[in-house]
């Protein structure tokens, strides 16, 4: 029941290397490793002798994979370049392999027909490819269905409850201007609250002293990535544009940029990437980590909660949900995930 003709993050760049790497993506083992050469190769997990993961082998500095039980070896493009003790390579002897590109700190794989693969539909990330920009990536492994998590992250009103202790405050759900946008497949939360007390991370982050003005810019873009463009600013100035830069204002302010993108691994278990870019020339390093280890913190808390979910819907499966309000963004992007898996179908 996954979206196969989209793209997902395999993972973070530097999690691949001459080691290969096992990653279950949408039900199916892949192994990931990256060749002498450079590039990322991603085979299906099974060698086709007698089907072991040939993640349990090791890449050859001819730059072929090679199985730990007999030996064969398998090239990127998944092609058997050598068979012990025979000469003679069999046409069909061919690893599936999977399209792979790499574009701002992640490796995305398509799961369906690489003919069909177009790397001008991976997410942009535009300040993830910034000139001078640094990014600070994390990876969480959460044992739900990856739609829960998209719920999560388009229904704020979590905030004050789930994370008091860093970015959740009673402001955030009081009098917030919400709109809820779909442009194709891709559905935008933009909430701006006015005059609220900053929360506990903005607080020592920027060191305000007063109220401020807080804006979300959530973009969801099937099938399981975002954009967010979020902050706050000092009461009596209004909040930059969503994806533009700051004005110049001496206004005391804190702008972030950050991604979420989650690739399911089976129906109950996801693979959660997360990434913070930031310009150090206004983000001195230690604010930089300090601002990712609060937000990394903040979606720990979200695992607890997404596992809870999972579990109780498992041991009492079959109940129709009641939906809020604050339910608008999800409810939307539920909506387009289930026109593509119709098209699908
Ligand atoms: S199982 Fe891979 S070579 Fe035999
Ligand atoms: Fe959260």
Known sequence: ????????????????GSTPLRRIILGKAVVLFRTPDGDVAALEDRCIHRQVPLSMGSVQEDGTLQCLYHGMKFDKTGKCRFIPEQTRIPQNAQVKTYAVAEHAEWVWIWMGDAAEADTSRIPAYPWFVREGWK??????????????IIDNLLNMAHLPYVHPRTIGSEGVIKDAKVAVTRSGNNVRLARKMYDIEPPPTYKKAG??????????????MAPSSFEFHTGVI????????PGIDQPRSNARILDRHSMHSVTPETETTTNYFVGFAYDPEACPPDLAEFIFEQTFATFQEDVVLLEAQQANMDMMPGHKQLDIVSDAAGLQAMKVL????????
């Open 135 to 148: 990014a600070r990536t994390g990876h969480l492994y959460v044992k739900c269905n990856y739609k829960f």
């Open 1 to 16: 029941m996954f979206l196969q003709d989209q793209w997902y993050v395999a993972g973070t760049r530097g999690e691949f």
């Open 234 to 241: 000092e009461a009596g100035h209004e909040p930059p544009l």
């Open 338 to 345: 289930e026109e593509l898996e119709s098209i699908r179908s």
């Open 207 to 220: 060191g305000f002293e007063g109220n401020v003005n807080r804006w979300q810019t959530i973009d969801f």
